[in-house]
């Protein structure tokens, strides 16, 4: 089982139109956006965006891919510091799904784990919470809030073996083990690819069975992804 795929256009093969991708990435950080700025040059159109920010850079990652209008709604945590999302809102171009941190961690995580919902005191009282169940527990209200998976996790590892199983390096590691587990296609932007058996099976956070593919991007966790080799390393 070899599950690398040799080239850009393999890793991003079966997105359409109207698909849910699940984007991984804390800010600048562990964003596979070698993956995202070939999804924006790709033309698909109609996405559904999961992630935690709206991107920064308007050149690079999901600055880009919003800025190509590939993107009708995305759901996040920070829409703060795009320019490119500010554009796009303000002609009423793109929807905003905007929910608590810890809420859409915990929303994709459950969708990994197979938890269809779950009950949260963040947001109770609020106008988040309007339209939705609330119990209250133990004292306090809670709010129901819904498992999130996507129909394509992109998501970036700093080391991988043929079989998937992915290792992260720093605050890499943030968004992107849950979201390997929530997308029913999984897609990893690793910096490189070792022979099987070499990972010490304690350093292994994502098991292959969540990945799909694998594509090495030499380079590593952005802003490196984002240099002239590691888009050399892409092709």
Not at 14 to 21: K, L, P, Q, T
């Amino acid at each position: 089982m070899d599950k690398q795929v040799p080239d850009m256009a393999a890793a991003l093969a079966d997105i359409g139109d109207g698909a849910s991708v699940l984007v991984g990435g804390f800010g600048a950080v562990g964003q596979p956006n070698a993956l995202i700025d070939a999804l924006a040059l790709s033309g698909v159109r109609n996405l559904t965006v999961i992630a935690n920010n709206a991107g920064f850079e308007p050149q690079t990652g999901l600055g880009k891919l919003i800025g190509s209008g590939a993107v009708s709604k995305l759901i996040c945590s920070f829409p703060r510091g795009s320019t490119a999302f500010d554009a796009r809102y303000e002609k009423g171009e793109i929807e905003l799904e905007v929910m608590p941190q810890g809420t859409l961690a915990e929303r994709i995580r459950a969708a990994g784990a197979g938890i269809g919902a779950f009950y949260t005191p963040t947001g109770a009282g609020t106008r988040l919470a309007e339209g939705k169940e609330t119990r209250n527990i133990g004292g306090r209200d809670h709010v129901l809030e819904y498992a999130l998976g996507a129909d394509v996790a992109l998501i970036q590892a700093y080391t991988a073996d043929r079989w998937g199983n992915l290792t992260y390096k720093g605050s890499g590691r943030n968004f992107n083990p849950i979201m390997a587990m929530a997308g029913r296609l999984t897609i990893a932007q690793v910096g490189s690819v070792v022979p099987l058996g070499e990972l010490d099976p304690d350093i292994i956070v994502t098991p292959g069975i969540f990945v799909n593919r694998v594509l090495t991007v030499a380079g590593g966790d952005p802003p490196l992804a984002a240099t002239s080799a590691s888009k050399e390393g892409a092709r």
